[in-house]
């Protein structure tokens, strides 16, 4: 019993290193990628590439999943689809900003980068779409499993590359503070659910697809994630040494914004999160495998520490579309 104790008390230290590690990671490279876009114009110059090596690494364990369930889907397809999709929605965006024929003014540029950026990622998936087909046909042998293989191509191809791109969108349509709000309700969300889930935890919520998750977990969730929207869509930007990041992303200006907005950004975001997080693990019951990879020790794979923004991020969009935040 004392050597559980100890080891799940080491489990959670580390745990809590490594989250302030890429946390302080992330706001680094948000500062330089702030810095080289006022430099260069070009937004995304440094979170890009690292968003390219995530696309990688995440495809790698949809491949590897698929291949426990008994798929196998052509991999330079998964590969190749995903990056082609989340690279349409960053260049849409700087191929408008660019266009020295169209109007600049801010609110204009904002509208059409985001129909430009939703456009070109239909096409690029499309295009996935279509590369599944072809290579299934390139390799076709005789009958049997190649439905199911490019039905796995293609969920590989959106779960991965199309969710991502949203991430994306946030980040080039509405700014640094939409991508970072995004991210930090997420992360709120999953600490929340993790530190109330095992203090007072009893009611089972999914125990067939996540045994250690329950009720009250989930309503710390919210909570959580709640106090996430509220820290850096209303209190963080009144620190003049965050000015940089709570910039205006509109001729009109940066505002707060009303309690209600941020309280319905943080309950939809998180709840969105939630719902992520039990969608991998979903995946993960199906193909009987503990996690996504044994990439991060404590944490699994890069599906597993994304899983929760990957559903989160379409919803934190759609806030900031209809103007639920600003």
């Given amino acids: 019993m004392m050597n ?14 490594f989250g302030v590690l890429i946390v302080a ?27 390219v090596v995530v696309v990688v690494l995440a495809s790698r364990e949809v491949l590897h999943l698929t291949a426990a369930g008994g798929m196998r889907p052509v991999p330079w397809v998964v590969y190749c689809g ?32 985001s129909a430009a950026a939703s456009d070109w990622t239909l096409v690029a998936l499309a295009v996935g779409v279509l590369m599944a087909f072809a290579a299934e046909m390139y390799r076709f042998k005789r009958p049997g499993g190649v439905t199911i293989n490019v039905a796995a191509a293609v969920f590989g191809i959106t779960y991965v590359g199309f969710l991502l791109s949203f991430l994306v ?40 697809l996540s045994p250690g998750k329950t009720i009250e977990g989930a309503l710390g969730a919210m909570a959580f994630a709640c106090l996430g929207s509220w820290a850096t869509l209303h209190w963080l930007p009144t620190f003049h040494q965050l000015h940089w990041l709570f910039q205006a992303t509109s001729s009109e200006g940066a505002r707060a914004g009303t309690s209600w907005g941020w309280i319905l950004f943080g309950l939809l975001v998180g709840i ?51 103007r639920l935040v600003t």
């Fill in 169 to 208: 969108k946030l980040h080039l349509v509405w700014g640094l503070r939409a991508l970072v709000s995004t991210l930090i309700v997420v992360k709120m969300g999953d600490v929340g659910a993790y530190a109330v889930g095992r203090l007072i935890g009893r009611s089972k919520m999914a125990p067939g």
């Fill in 82 to 113: 995903s990056l082609l999709v989340v690279t349409s929605c960053w260049v849409a965006p700087v191929f408008v900003k660019f266009d020295d024929k169209l109007p600049q003014d801010s609110r204009y540029l904002a509208l059409i980068s």
């Fill in 25 to 51: 990671a992330l706001a680094a490279l948000c500062w330089l990628d702030d810095w080289l876009h006022r430099v260069t114009e070009v937004p995304g110059i440094a979170l890009f590439p690292v968003l």
């Fill in 272 to 322: 969105s999160g939630m719902v992520g997080d039990l969608a991998e693990s979903l995946i993960k019951r199906d193909v009987q495998q503990k996690d996504s990879s044994d990439w991060v020790p404590g944490f699994g794979g890069v599906l597993d520490i994304l899983d929760s923004a990957l559903l989160a991020a379409p919803a934190a969009c759609a806030c900031w579309a209809f």
């Fill in 4 to 17: 559980s104790s100890f080891l799940g008390t080491a489990m959670l230290r580390w745990r809590i290193a």
